[in-house]
């Protein structure tokens, strides 16, 4: 299947998401400045404690992720009962817009807190519901391809975002960077409402057990619930370099210019493979892209560690997004193929939830771990992804032979 043969749904869906990525990712580069801009540089009494605007900006940031995990869980599985995906991602959407409304209008930063957290609602009703809807929407056939397609258009409005946020915030005010965020929602929005509709047999489907298992009916864990915990790895393996930057400008005598290539180029890495790998998934199976991704994740993280050069630490991190790609869309794609009918909302929240939780704590932990050692906190990661390697291969396998959704091509895994 080309790209050009997706369904039009799925589209409608990715560049809903990349509009609405886009507004998300202005976000987190204007909020600093507009936290700074209320509190002070020096910081503020909270609650009757003192602190640093540093820690009040980092409050901000990560109070939507922490939201929007803690609660995809509940929204997936609601939208699997209700049988309808489309009125949780317009209600989601309505809600990061109303957010970005609000900014302008307050002045204290409690009220900053609480728009964020209300976003981050927006975001747990939006993104299982999404997901779901584009697992839906294609079978085992097309599900990969659905899903490099959607993470591909995600990624760009994320890494455009922080492009020209900064400039527009220079130039014409927050204002008008929270005017931009608005109308990337209320544009989202207008896709789905003109574009999408829930495919009749959703609501037909939907079923009152829906609950996920942490244990498997074969093996120790349940698959769905390993794949999420690869998800976390791979997320958190991005999410590290970040907290990192002066340690890593330092090491390698390098500008904050040749640090955002270096971030960017993960990011780029998945937009470029993200819709071949997924296509090549649907028609030689899943579970060996997940495994390869996993095996590229190890020594591409390890290795940031010790590369001496910026054009060094820039093939890591491609390599890296590669890894990246290989991973989370391959695992929605088997996670889809895994779930039962009217359970897609709950079973893939599990690796969005993953995803989210990743690129919260990986900056955590790499500032901690930071303090023993530049390398630790790489080695620290690639650990974790041997562990989510040695997971996936022996708790996860594809669907049976014979099982009408099974991925064309693949074969039985061992044990199967």
């Given at each position: ?9 799925v ?6 998401r990349?509009?609405d ?115 839906e ?8 391809g ?18 020209v946020a ?10 008008a ?8 929602a ?9 574009l ?38 791979v ?147 690639a650990g ?10 022996t ?21 199967e």
């Amino acid at each position: 299947m080309g790209v050009l043969d997706t369904d039009r749904r799925v589209f409608a869906l990715a560049f809903a998401r990349m509009a609405d990525a886009l507004g998300n990712s202005f976000l987190i580069v204007i909020l600093p400045a507009y936290v700074a801009s209320i509190v002070g540089e020096s910081g503020a009494a909270v609650a009757g404690l003192s602190l640093s605007t540093t820690l009040l900006v980092g409050v901000v940031l990560s109070v939507f992720g922490f939201v929007n995990s803690g609660l995809q869980p509940f929204t997936g599985r609601l939208s699997d009962n209700v049988g309808r995906r489309k009125v949780f991602i317009l209600v989601g959407l309505v809600l990061l817009g109303a957010g970005s409304a609000g900014y302008p209008f307050v002045d204290s930063y409690g009220a900053l807190v609480a728009l964020r957290a209300l976003q981050g609602v927006g975001g747990a009703l939006t993104i299982p519901a999404t997901v779901a809807l584009v697992n839906e929407l294609g079978d085992a056939g097309t599900r990969g391809g659905n899903f490099g397609v959607y993470n591909t258009f995600r990624l760009i409005g994320f890494g455009f975002g922080p492009l020209v946020a900064g400039a527009i915030q220079q130039i014409y005010g927050f204002d008008a960077a929270f005017a931009v965020a608005v109308v990337s929602a209320a544009l989202g929005f207008l896709l789905v409402v003109v574009l999408v509709d829930d495919p009749e047999e959703t609501a037909a489907a939907a079923g009152d057990d829906i609950s996920i298992a942490v244990r498997g009916d074969d093996t120790l864990l349940d698959p769905v619930f390993t794949l999420g915990v690869a998800t976390v790895v791979v997320a958190m393996g991005i999410a590290l370099f970040a907290t990192l930057e002066a340690p890593i400008n330092n090491r390698l005598d390098q500008g904050a210019f040749l640090f955002g290539t270096q971030f960017g180029a993960a990011v780029l890495a998945n937009v470029v493979f993200q819709i071949p790998i997924g296509q090549a998934s649907d028609r030689y199976g899943r579970r060996p892209f997940v495994i390869a991704g996993l095996i590229l994740l190890i020594p591409s993280t390890l290795v940031q560690g010790f590369v001496t050069t910026s054009l060094g630490m820039i093939v890591a991190r491609l390599i890296q997004g590669i890894a990246v790609a290989l991973v989370f869309p391959i695992s929605l794609a088997l996670a889809g193929d895994l779930a039962g009918e009217g359970r897609s909302g709950s079973t893939l929240s599990i690796l969005t939830t993953g995803f989210g939780l990743g690129t919260a704590i990986g900056p955590l932990v790499s500032g901690l771990l930071e303090g023993f050692g530049y390398v630790v906190p790489f080695a620290f990661v690639a650990g974790l992804g041997f562990v989510a390697l040695l997971l996936v291969q022996t708790q996860v396998s594809e669907p049976e032979a014979g099982d009408p959704d099974r991925p064309p091509g693949g074969e039985p895994t061992p044990g199967e």
